[in-house]
T-cell receptor
Framework: DQQVKQNSPSLSVQEGRISILNCDYTNSMFDYFLWYKKYPAEGPTFLISISSIKDKNEDGRFTVFLNKSAKHLSLHIVPSQPGDSAVYFCAARPLYGGATNKLIFGTGTLLAVQP | NAGVTQTPKFQVLKTGQSMTLQCAQDMNHEYMSWYRQDPGMGLRLIHYSVGAGITDQGEVPNGYNVSRSTTEDFPLRLLSAAPSQTSVYFC???????????FGPGTRLTVT
């Protein structure tokens, strides 16, 4: 059972517009959420994170929003650039015993930013 | 700093063969992990280590062994390769547990 879900396999956005990538989770026992970005034939790279005690974290063009009541996480990229075209993974760290040293990843969303 | 290095980049195995995927990091990170990436499945944790001599299982550990004799190295062993182990394997490390991990470039493994 997928505990971290990215229901949109792909997203296409025009350069300069906002990209919104979504992630839902089914378990309330996560305390930390992260976004990773992956280019083809490379390993993922860490992008931005948020603790469950916050509802927003911003880093330059990237903002992550956390809605705990809806168990929903989103990544906003403003403005989108062609170099942002990549697969984006959300991930969550469980709080429950035995799993606190693990990350659970979503299935990824392929973002294509059109020039 | 070379960061996280993985060898080989590509490998083809026959069913039943064994092999070791190498992973090394030069950042003195205590936490290291192995993931596999399959289409439509995202990244799934195979094994992880919180320090030399300490390893534990992730979500999909069956068919894989790990050991951590030094801080720098975290090899992944396939004991008897199966076609279901065809995947891209990523090694990662961190100085903050499972949080902001640095990933290697990956090893693409095909088992025929």
């Amino acid at each position: 059972d997928q505990q971290v879900k990215q229901n949109s396999p792909s997203l296409s956005v025009q350069e300069g517009r906002i990209s919104i990538l979504n992630c839902d989770y089914t378990n309330s026992m996560f305390d930390y959420f992260l976004w990773y970005k992956k280019y083809p034939a490379e390993g993922p790279t860490f992008l931005i994170s948020i603790s469950s005690i916050k509802d927003k974290n911003e880093d330059g063009r990237f903002t992550v929003f956390l809605n705990k009541s809806a168990k929903h996480l989103s990544l906003h990229i403003v403005p989108s650039q062609p170099g942002d075209s990549a697969v984006y993974f959300c991930a969550a760290r469980p709080l429950y015993g035995g799993a606190t040293n693990k990350l659970i990843f979503g299935t990824g969303t392929l973002l294509a930013v059109q020039p | 700093n070379a960061g996280v290095t993985q060898t080989p980049k590509f490998q083809v195995l026959k069913t039943g063969q064994s092999m070791t995927l190498q992973c090394a990091q030069d950042m003195n990170h205590e936490y290291m992990s192995w993931y596999r990436q399959d289409p439509g499945m995202g990244l799934r944790l195979i094994h992880y280590s919180v320090g030399a001599g300490i390893t534990d299982q992730g979500e999909v550990p069956n068919g894989y062994n790990v050991s951590r004799s030094t801080t720098e190295d975290f090899p992944l062993r396939l004991l008897s390769a199966a076609p279901s182990q065809t995947s891209v394997y990523f090694c990662a490390s961190s100085d903050r547990g499972p949080y902001e991990q640095y990933f290697g470039p990956g090893t693409r493994l095909t088992v025929t």
